[in-house]
């Protein structure tokens, strides 16, 4: 036990003779405030704390060197979450960019990212990506470039066998991208989500991308994707307890086929997205609620869901 005069500024030497600092120190010597410090630590990874045999974390001065790293970044025009990224040596390479500000900047974005599908170039389309993914914040890249791309690639293509080759050109490049993204570090306490997509149902890619949401506000996701048989959402359900179940249909046929099914997700509520569902779809499982609107507003949708399940009202 530390005695009762000891300073928190104080460094701890631990058994691997590392030098090792209180986040008190680390937030004096950055500047940056505690509970920033414990957001980059549980949102991204971004420091890595020892433990000492009592459980308090001690940070290292590389965590301190990363800290650091990361201001300096979000200062040139990064994302919180880009910056992590980038600090982190994470796979995908990221430009360093400059701020954009206004509706221009994913009007841009969009157009080169589109150009990109369109020609079927795969680096440029990845160079877009990681723009898009350091000039905004995750949500609102999703809500103001990747998902407005993918709907244009995707007009006409039951029609347009050109169009079809593109739109799974573009599933195929941006679905690993999405899927990276579920990889974070959620809290012991984080609320737990399960998506999945009715059997029969291919396009999911608008409930990846609310999965990601999820991830990116600390919430662990279990992402079953599309083509996923009621019996076996049932039995994920079960076995992994999640606090919400998020399913999402683009046809009103694969939507009707699992409602036909009377699934039940007990200890779970449920949240139905996509534009095969309806609002009095709601009425037919108990604890349901549907999600309109931008993704970025998934979890707030999710959370009314667990409070209505709560006070009786879904």
Do not use: K
Request: aromatic share 6%; net charge neutral.
């Amino acid at each position: 036990m530390h005695h009762p005069t000891a300073s928190w500024r104080t460094p701890i030497s631990v058994t691997d003779g590392r030098s090792v600092l209180r986040i008190g120190e680390v937030s004096r010597r950055t500047g940056v405030a505690v509970p920033t410090l414990r957001a980059w630590e549980r949102r991204y990874g971004l420091l890595a704390p020892a433990r000492t045999e009592g459980g308090h974390r001690l940070y290292s001065e590389q965590d301190v060197d990363r800290v650091r790293a990361m201001m300096e970044l979000t200062a040139a025009g990064w994302s919180a979450s880009a910056a992590a990224r980038q600090v982190l040596h994470a796979p995908a390479s990221i430009t360093r960019l400059t701020p954009l500000a206004g509706e221009g900047g994913a009007a841009e974005l969009i157009s080169r990212l589109a150009r990109a599908i369109d020609a079927f170039d795969a680096p440029a389309s990845d160079t877009a990506v990681d723009d898009v993914f350091a000039r905004f914040e995750l949500p609102r890249a999703l809500d103001e470039v990747i998902l407005p791309v993918l709907r244009h690639v995707g007009d006409g293509w039951e029609d347009d066998p050109r169009i079809i080759a593109r739109e799974h050109f573009a599933t195929n490049t941006l679905r690993p991208r999405l899927q990276r993204l579920l990889r974070t570090h959620p809290r012991a306490s984080a609320r737990v989500c399960l998506a999945a997509a009715p059997e029969g149902e291919e396009h999911d890619l608008g409930l990846l991308a609310c999965a990601v949401v999820a991830a990116d506000a600390g919430w662990r996701v279990h992402y079953l994707g599309a083509r996923t048989p009621t019996a076996a959402m049932e039995r994920a359900v079960a076995e992994l307890t999640p606090d919400v179940v998020i399913v999402g249909a683009v046809y009103r046929s694969s939507a009707e086929a699992f409602l036909a099914d009377r699934p039940t997700f007990p200890g779970a509520a449920t949240v139905l997205g996509g534009a095969g569902f309806t609002a009095a779809d709601t009425s037919q499982l108990p604890d349901a609620v549907l999600h309109e609107g931008a993704v970025q507003e998934v979890v707030a949708t999710a959370e009314r869901a667990m409070s209505a399940r709560r006070h009786g009202t879904g």
